[in-house]
């Protein structure tokens, strides 16, 4: 008898149907919701079953079991949520204790084992009403491994919305694939595989046993119980198993005397034979066919065979008639030869001898996905990332299937290839197949250079410049703009207003290149002029300056006035030097004044700017 499988059929049986196997990995179940948070879906009805001796107020989560690949799972689990912040310090003590928590809604579960799918009994808890509920976990797992399962909140007190996560670990062990030759222990995985083998028809250590493995990685071996095998790159590898049970031994079945001249006194013989071991030892004697001639057989005998020859005595019985059986020839034979016709002159016998082996074949199927690609993370925009400006990160080589992280905090509802971010964090992606295969990112690190220093600008007469200038970045430029548009000839951190308007000062910082402006909406008084600067005397609204340029004493001339003051500023709008006029003839001595392009203010005793000009000290 040949008993074959998988592909499995049994040559003495006929036809026989598979056992249902079970598939670590089958892409029919894949649902593209493995590893992201997802809305919950398919697992309705779980039963809410909590410990009596809980407090009202507390956190509670219950443990979900193991699950294993291939195997469909199915448990609940409770929970109670806190009514106040006071089991939460306990467990984080930088949360305050003792707020009431006024609602908290469940946003998802992420990092659900392939395969596996979640539905709760409620979603939004109202504390003051209710805070104890349920979740079940379903689904047909498909890739082994301890899962860290995050449970996203959202908790409101008062007006304030905060969101958190939680975690409990769910541990889905490796699929036991059933067959009736062997067993496989991790028979898919991603990237490497170690598979186990375990044999089902064990020799228990008996005699007649053989087996044959081929594995598809290049090894074989004849062991009854081979050695784990690594199945190092990604493809579907075949292992053949072929287990010979030898263990019925030799059995003689039937003898039949073709031609015999065997004949009795007065009638046909009556023919019986004997079987003797190798040794001579008597065994066996058939029952006398009486008064019949050749052929005659013997059916249906179960005669076990040991090795060595035999000898088989065909006897015409005579019932002691004449004293003795009459022998009508002998052969002699080996079990391995399975029978066949022997002869001893007149004598033709034909042996059915049978050697009943069982072989089992069975071919199963290992599966290694290949690890995806690690997804590449770049941010759009050029630098400078400036305080106050959004960047978008992109992940170019994948479109979904993806899980945005910043900090270790899922980004709940964020599974697409761009992420606009404004906020200065670590960032990463992971991307996961649909084998269930992950591949994360390197961490992107998001940093915003802070914006120059606020400023403000102030208006003298129709002068407009800024107010403190204590502050400006080292290294600067800048540019005026009125009503929006540019201003192209304004070179200088003061500004003499033209016309009514808005006025715009853009400070760009030039070792950073991050900006800010200040804007003012300025009037304008014809009767007041911007001076600009001249070799010769100044006769603006009856003062004067001179010379101009200067290089050591300058001159000033105009109404006598005890209050008047002169007042100097550099290019960046800073005070540099202030005088009091004390008449109408002062010489001011400004030898010592650092060369350069100053702008210059003569004010009254309440700061109004009375005549407004620039200065060029030599």
């Given at each position: 008898m040949t008993l074959y499988r998988r592909h499995v059929y049994f040559s003495a049986f006929g036809p026989q149907k598979l056992r249902t196997m079970l598939r670590v990995i089958t892409l029919i179940f894949y649902l593209s919701l493995t590893g992201a948070l997802w809305a919950q879906t398919g697992c309705p009805g779980c039963q809410l079953a909590l410990p009596d001796s809980l407090p009202a107020d507390t956190i509670y989560l219950g443990t979900a079991p193991d699950a294993r690949v291939g195997a469909y799972y199915e448990e609940d689990l409770s929970f109670r949520l806190p009514m106040t912040t006071t089991p939460v310090n306990a467990q984080d003590p930088s949360t305050p204790a003792g707020l009431p928590i006024d609602e908290i809604e469940i946003l998802g579960l992420s990092g659900l084992p392939p395969g596996l799918q979640w539905e709760a009994n409620a979603l939004r808890f109202m504390t003051q009403d209710e805070t104890d509920g349920c979740v079940r976990l379903c689904g047909t797992p498909l890739v082994a491994g301890l899962y860290e399962v995050q449970v996203v909140l959202s908790a409101r007190i008062a007006i304030f919305t905060q969101q958190t996560a939680f975690s409990f670990p769910l541990l889905v062990e490796p699929a036991l694939t059933r067959t009736d030759g062997f067993t496989i222990v991790n028979s898919s995985g991603c990237g490497s595989v170690t598979a186990e083998f375990i044999n089902n028809i064990p020799s228990n250590g008996n005699p007649g046993f053989s087996y044959t493995w081929f594995f598809g990685n290049g090894n074989s071996t004849t062991a009854e119980v081979p050695a784990p095998q690594v199945f190092a790159q990604p493809g579907t590898y075949s292992v053949a198993y072929q287990a010979i049970i030898d263990t019925v031994g030799y059995?003689?079945?039937?003898?039949?005397?073709?031609?015999?001249?065997?004949?009795?006194?007065?009638?046909?013989?009556?023919?019986?034979?004997?079987?003797?071991?190798?040794?001579?030892?008597?065994?066996?004697?058939?029952?006398?066919?009486?008064?019949?001639?050749?052929?005659?057989?013997?059916?249906?005998?179960?005669?076990?065979?040991?090795?060595?020859?035999?000898?088989?005595?065909?006897?015409?019985?005579?019932?002691?008639?004449?004293?003795?059986?009459?022998?009508?020839?002998?052969?002699?034979?080996?079990?391995?030869?399975?029978?066949?016709?022997?002869?001893?002159?007149?004598?033709?016998?034909?042996?059915?001898?049978?050697?009943?082996?069982?072989?089992?074949?069975?071919?199963?199927?290992?599966?290694?996905?290949?690890?995806?690609?690690?997804?590449?993370?770049?941010?759009?925009?050029?630098?400078?990332?400036?305080?106050?400006?959004?960047?978008?990160?992109?992940?170019?080589?994948?479109?979904?299937?993806?899980?945005?992280?910043?900090?270790?905090?899922?980004?709940?509802?964020?599974?697409?290839?761009?992420?606009?971010?404004?906020?200065?964090?670590?960032?990463?992606?992971?991307?996961?197949?649909?084998?269930?295969?992950?591949?994360?990112?390197?961490?992107?690190?998001?940093?915003?250079?802070?914006?120059?220093?606020?400023?403000?600008?102030?208006?003298?007469?129709?002068?407009?410049?800024?107010?403190?200038?204590?502050?400006?970045?080292?290294?600067?430029?800048?540019?005026?703009?009125?009503?929006?548009?540019?201003?192209?000839?304004?070179?200088?951190?003061?500004?003499?207003?033209?016309?009514?308007?808005?006025?715009?000062?853009?400070?760009?910082?030039l070792s950073t290149g991050c900006s800010i402006a200040a804007s003012i909406t300025a009037s304008y008084d014809p009767n007041i002029s911007c001076s600009t600067p001249t070799d010769e005397r100044s006769d603006t609204k009856g003062w004067q300056l001179y010379p101009n340029p200067v290089q050591n004493y300058l001159w000033v001339r105009g109404p006598l006035t005890s209050s008047a003051r002169l007042r100097l500023f550099d290019s960046l709008g800073r005070p540099v030097r202030e005088f009091t006029l004390a008449d109408a003839g002062n010489g001011i001595a400004l030898g010592r004044l650092t060369t350069g392009a100053y702008v210059y203010q003569i004010v009254d005793a309440q700061g109004v700017v009375l005549q407004f000009g620039k200065l060029i000290k030599q």
């Open positions: 059995i003689l079945t039937g003898v039949d005397v073709l031609s015999s001249s065997c004949t009795d006194l007065l009638s046909a013989p009556d023919m019986k034979f004997v079987l003797l071991r190798p040794s001579g030892e008597h065994i066996f004697t058939a029952p006398i066919i009486r008064n019949t001639d050749a052929p005659v057989a013997w059916s249906n005998l179960l005669v076990e065979l040991d090795t060595g020859a035999y000898r088989l005595e065909i006897v015409d019985d005579d019932g002691g008639l004449d004293g003795a059986d009459d022998l009508c020839g002998a052969i002699n034979f080996t079990r391995d030869e399975l029978g066949g016709i022997y002869t001893d002159g007149d004598l033709e016998v034909e042996l059915q001898i049978i050697h009943p082996v069982d072989t089992v074949r069975y071919t199963e199927l290992i599966e290694v996905f290949a690890f995806p690609a690690v997804p590449q993370v770049t941010i759009e925009e050029e630098m400078p990332y400036c305080e106050g400006s959004s960047l978008t990160l992109m992940v170019a080589d994948y479109s979904e299937r993806l899980e945005w992280y910043q900090d270790s905090m899922l980004l709940v509802g964020v599974n697409g290839n761009s992420l606009e971010v404004q906020e200065a964090a670590t960032y990463w992606v992971t991307y996961i197949s649909e084998e269930g295969c992950s591949a994360t990112s390197e961490p992107l690190t998001v940093t915003f250079t802070p914006l120059p220093a606020a400023f403000s600008l102030q208006q003298n007469g129709n002068l407009l410049r800024i107010e403190d200038d204590t502050n400006l970045p080292q290294e600067l430029a800048w540019t005026w703009f009125y009503e929006g548009q540019v201003i192209a000839e304004a070179t200088e951190l003061v500004l003499c207003a033209e016309a009514a308007g808005e006025y715009s000062l853009e400070i760009t910082d």
